[in-house]
Every structure is written in C-alpha cells, then in structure tokens.
C-alpha cells in the first residue's frame, strides 16, 4: 500500500477542499453585491431627500397661490382638467422659462400655468359697417366639435363626435379631447383632425361617413376641387444619415381619395433633400425625434400662375416650424422649388398659416415662438423681394400675443381675420388696423372658470355656401 506523502489529501479530501474553495468564493461575491446595493440604496436617498426638500422649498414658497388644477410646482396638473386650455394675458407672468415654453410647444400637453381668464366673453366688438358680413366656423380646445355662430356670436349649428365610437385611445389623451383643424363642405359635411392621431368625416348631422386612421394626421388638410384630400401626416421611422440607432418622426403630405384612401403620399424630407434647397437640412434638430413639426399645407389652384410658374396648379405650400422655413413643393417631381427661411432678422421666427393671396403675397402669421418679444404679429409680404406690404401688430391697449398655434385669413372687403389662439381670442382688423369685430372663447374651465380655452381657429364663411343651414332655420 502507497504511503500518503505530507500534505496529500487523497481524492475525498481535495474534493473537500474544492468545495470549500467554491463556497467561500460565492459568499465573497454576495458580501461584494449586499455592500453595492448599502451604496446604490444610499446614494439614492441622499439625491430624492435633496430633489424633495428643493421641491418642498419652492412649494412653500407660493403656496398661496397654487390653484386647484397645478401641482405643487406651480404647474398645470393635467390629469385633473380635459381639453386644451392655455395661459391668458391678464394675470401674473408664467414662471417657466423659455427653454421650458418651447420644449412644452413640441409635446401633446400644451398646458402651460394658469392665469386668470379675462372677464369679458364672446362678441366684444362689432361694427357692422367695417366688418365683413358672415358667418363664423370654428373649433376650439374646449371639446371635439366644431360650430358656427352668427356675427353676434350665437350658435347656429354644432357638429360633435365621441371618438370611442371607432378607436380604442387612452381618453386621457389630449389630442382625443379637441379637433386641431376642420373643413366645411358645402353640403354640410365636416372633416375633423384629432391632432397626431387621424382624421374624420362627419354628415351634417354629425353622423360618421369615414374615418380615417391608416397614417396620423395631423394640423391641416386642404381639399381639392376634385374632391382629393390633401392632408399632413407623420411617420416614425429610421433614418441612416443622422443616427443608425434612433427612430424618427418624419412628415408627409398624403393624398386620400373616395372613403378616406390613401392614394399617394409625398415624404417632405425628401422633397427637400432632392432640391437646390437641401442645404436647409442642415438646420435640423430634432425635438424628441421629430423632424420637420409641418403645421400648414395650402394646395394652390392655379389662378395667380401668370405671377409665377412656381404657382402653377397643384404645387403646394407649406409651413415647416423645426426649420424656420415655408417652401412650396412641386408634387410632381416631389421637390422644392422655392423656400424662405426666417430668424432673428427675417420676416418671422417660429410661424404658422402661411397663405398665398389673390395678388401673389403671402400672408403669414409670426408667433416669434423662437424669439423673446412675447409679441406676434401677422405679416403680408413679397415672396420674391420679401418686401413687407402689410403688417398688423398689437398695442399696449390691444396686446397681440400667441406662442403657439394661430391663423389668418384675409376676407373680401380687405379686411384680415386673425385668431390669437393661445388667448382665446379672434379679431377683424381693416388695412389701417382698426379692431371692427372680436370674440373671446366663452369656454372656460377650472375653479371659477380661470382657465380659457385655445381658440384653435375661426374662420368666416359667406351665407351662400351654407344654404342647407338656411333651410333648417326655417
């Protein structure tokens, strides 16, 4: 029999120490784990208690004029309130600061603070005489539902629509909760935007014709006389040249045909990028992955063509915001064929509605979102000499003011109709720019109405295009 040398432990006994070997090894590493979690669970209190007493300090420090529908922070607590409702001008400044304003202008919530809401409501001004004689289509961040109200402010008719019917949506979504744009057929039917999320068609009744929901529209749509309907829409989607990793959320311009179908569509991006104009891309920053934020889209007809071959029927203008540019695409070689950038020096900085005018003008509305005056402005100009031929601006007695949003619309008599969205408010205003009519939402919300809603867009309609509202009145 062998003889078992001096420190040999025979098979059994090595088997022992490799277990023990083993176990020491994973209690080492559970100590390593508990004594990472001690520090992480540590670190973690130390950061919440600092973030929570900053937040108790600023907290106590207005506690007195918390309103009801704000957090504690001051800010508009949007599960407790319905709907688009903005700041109104009379009340105490808004806290946030700017880079806080803009960035809330590129997400769903445009729940900004509260300010009081101003006392007066409906037609305040009315001058028969001056004003352009009509009547008033318009929806608001109040409900999904469009009206048309006399020139004295009485509701005529109301098309409304519950959006459950036909999606399965978070209801808690503000975009379920208003319609961002409408159209009117002359029939009496209704096109309906629910922003970022589709498009319906109502009857006069407010009975559903179509729905459409195979893209997201969003902001605008034009119709054609053909019937087509040029509508905005957005899709996420990967794009190499800026990030091989992130999704992006990238404009179009679809065409729908008979029933809400889809018949063609036209990738803004790459109207751009296959343009003497691509060099504009090189301004893009996208906000939370969003490219272009496209706000307006204006099928041309034709009938100032002899102005310019750029307005030739079927070209398209349109109003891209993230880029500080209104462009006008040629559909048929799916390219821009002319664009005008804005900025701190330019016609506008950060803008909505431009509109091609019978003498070949564009009139645009200048929110100056990106700027810091807190003063808009409408702007009737040259597109070739960028001359400005007219403009209207707000005084101290008439203050003129939408960060977001808003419209214009020159009428017959000369006279420009313009909706101050965030306030509510829409106005008449002559070529001298005297103030002949004004509306302010009556829809209100919160604790003794404070809130008011987003006058999304008014706009005025002549008697003979809605007949059928004549006969129902009878």
């Not at 404009?251 to 063609?264: N, P, Q, S």
């Not at 209207?392 to 000369?414: I, K, M």
Request: proline fraction near 3%; hydrophobic fraction near 40%; include cysteine.
């Amino acid at each position: 029999m062998r003889r078992r040398r001096r420190g040999d432990l025979g098979k059994s006994g090595r088997a022992d120490l490799g277990k023990s070997r083993r176990r020491g090894f994973w209690i080492w590493m559970c100590l390593c784990v508990f004594l990472v979690c001690v520090v992480s669970y540590f670190v973690i209190s130390v950061v919440s208690k600092r973030r929570s007493s900053s937040q108790v300090g600023s907290a106590t420090a207005g506690k007195s004029s918390v309103h009801p529908l704000l957090s504690p922070t001051g800010k508009t607590d949007q599960s407790k309130l319905r709907g688009r409702f903005r700041i109104a001008r009379d009340a105490e400044e808004a806290t946030d600061s700017r880079e806080d304003e803009i960035r809330k202008l590129f997400t769903l919530g445009y729940l900004q603070g509260y300010h009081k809401a101003p006392a007066v409501q409906g037609v305040t001004v009315y001058d028969a005489n001056l004003a352009y004689d009509g009547l008033n289509l318009y929806n608001s961040g109040h409900a999904a539902e469009a009206s048309i109200m006399d020139m004295e402010g009485k509701v005529l008719h109301m098309w409304r629509y519950d959006i459950g019917k036909i999606w399965r949506i978070n209801p808690l979504n503000e975009a379920t909760s208003h319609w961002r744009r409408v159209h009117l057929y002359e029939n009496g039917d209704i096109l309906a935007i629910y922003d970022g999320l589709g498009m319906i068609r109502l009857d006069k009744d407010s009975n559903l014709v179509w729905h459409f929901k195979e893209r997201k529209a969003h902001h605008h749509m034009q119709v054609a006389e053909d019937g087509k309907i040029y509508v905005l829409t957005e899709r996420w989607g990967r794009l190499p040249e800026l990030s091989r990793d992130r999704m992006y959320l990238a404009d179009f311009i679809t065409i729908l045909g008979r029933g809400g179908k889809i018949m063609k569509e036209y990738s803004l991006l790459e109207s751009f990028a296959n343009s003497p104009y691509s060099y504009i891309l090189s301004k893009l920053r996208p906000r939370s992955g969003e490219l272009f934020h496209t706000n307006t889209v204006q099928l041309l007809d034709g009938s100032v063509a002899h102005i310019s071959p750029l307005f030739k029927k079927g070209n398209v203008l349109v109003c891209v915001l993230f880029l500080n540019t209104i462009a006008i695409v040629d559909l048929e070689k799916n390219a821009v064929v002319w664009a005008l950038e804005g900025g701190e020096d330019g016609l506008w900085n950060g803008m909505h509605e431009p509109v091609l005018l019978e003498n070949g003008n564009i009139l645009i509305f200048d929110n100056d979102s990106f700027g810091t005056s807190e003063k808009s402005k409408v702007v009737e100009f040259n597109p070739f000499t960028q001359e400005v031929v007219w403009r209207y601006e707000g005084d101290e007695e008439h203050p003129f003011y939408s960060f977001s949003c808003g419209t214009n619309q020159r009428l017959a008599n000369g006279n420009t109709l313009i909706t101050e969205s965030d306030n509510g408010r829409a106005f008449e205003v002559t070529r001298e720019g005297q103030i002949v009519w004004e509306y302010v939402s009556p829809h209100r919300a919160g604790e003794d109405n404070a809130l008011i809603a987003t006058l999304l867009h008014v706009e005025r309609i002549d008697y003979d295009f809605v007949e059928w509202l004549a006969l129902e009145e009878q």
